[in-house]
């Protein structure tokens, strides 16, 4: 398997962390690029992958960046799970990558937004090996009627991060609840941050994202 191409930011020298970071839907690597300098993490290389262009159902088919393909907005709906397992296996081979630069898997972290989320979200919780935490902005747990068969003892106590906007409009509030109750019935223990923000990230927001980072990278 190719690895994905991604942007790539390192703060210092000497780099003892990583972070992979995944863009929402439509969008690219570059997109939380502003973020990550904000975040101003010492000894952090941040990947920031770009997705594979697709098809995407609910956007009329129209081809754009995407992690997996969306069949409908309704939680209940049909999930591409073939098109998540696809991407999972795309972070994999980037978390392999990093530990084969030197950062043992304890020091990666993953993150995403909305889509990226989802991603960041699935593949934590079912990598084989322990990782530093995990982060989901704005998103919802995917295929969490699978977690319990194919979770991984290694993440059971993962630090997890999930914000969500109040008055966010394309993933409602209440999803991010669902999700929140769906990982506190599987064992995890989240950190849960609400922002009064539409569908985005705040400048507390990536406060509270420095700060865990911090904790949880050294």
Not at 1 to 9: A, K
Not at 114 to 131: D, E, K, M, N
Request: hydrophobic share 45%; proline share 6%.
């Amino acid at each position: 398997m190719s690895l994905l191409d991604f942007v790539e930011i390192s703060s210092g020298d000497t780099v003892h962390n990583s972070v992979i970071w995944l863009h929402g839907l439509g969008a690219d690597g570059n997109d939380f690029a502003p973020v990550v300098q904000e975040l101003a993490l010492p000894h952090t290389r941040f990947i920031l992958p770009h997705a594979p262009v697709m098809h995407v159902t609910v956007n009329n088919g129209y081809a754009m960046p995407a992690w997996y393909d969306i069949y409908s907005f309704q939680p209940s709906g049909q999930q591409d799970a073939e098109g998540i397992h696809a991407s999972q296996q795309q972070i994999e081979a980037l978390i392999a990558n990093e530990v084969a630069r030197g950062i043992p898997s304890q020091r990666i972290m993953l993150a995403g937004f909305s889509q990226g989320g989802v991603i960041a979200l699935h593949t934590a919780l079912r990598h084989p090996f322990p990782l530093a935490g995990v982060l989901g902005l704005s998103t919802y747990l995917g295929l969490a009627d699978s977690l319990a068969a194919e979770k991984q003892a290694a993440n059971q106590s993962i630090p997890i991060f999930l914000a969500h906007g109040t008055q966010d409009n394309v993933i409602p509030l209440a999803r991010y609840h669902a999700s929140v109750h769906d990982l506190q019935q599987a064992g995890y223990a989240p950190e849960l941050y609400e922002y009064s923000i539409p569908h985005s990230v705040c400048m507390e927001e990536i406060d509270d994202i420095r700060r865990f980072m911090q904790r949880h990278l050294g």
